[in-house]
């Protein structure tokens, strides 16, 4: 996970697909969004308090084909490339960044 977190997540692209990553390579790649986009600045939370937010919300969703924890990483990391790749953040205040993120990643709990 700590690969990830601090370096390889940034080839992670458009063409990422969840399914191929291990489970502590998932969360790797979370951190590592969200730190790079300044989420755990805005919220003030330490890495440990947003990797256990994370693991909370990963046991809201259910065991289902699409609507998965799987299926929201995929959204972060899109997210995560229209607002960096694409520069929409330079619209946004970094409160909305971090809901934006945030919200991607909680979409489809318990869906």
């Known amino acids: 996970m700590t690969t990830y977190f601090d370096e390889q997540w940034a080839s992670v692209r458009m063409d990422f697909d969840p399914w191929k990553y291990s489970h502590a390579e998932k969360l790797g790649i979370l951190m590592g969004v969200f730190s790079t986009m300044h989420v755990l600045r805005v919220l003030e ?50 409160y909305d960044v971090a809901v934006l993120l945030i919200s991607g990643l909680c979409h489809d709990a318990g869906h």
């Open 45 to 94: 939370l330490t890495p440990g308090e947003m990797l256990d937010f994370c693991l909370d919300i990963e046991a809201l969703y259910n065991d289902v084909p699409y609507h998965s924890f799987n299926h929201a990483i995929d959204v972060v990391v899109k997210l995560y490339f229209v607002l960096n790749d694409l520069q929409a953040s330079s619209y946004l205040a970094s």
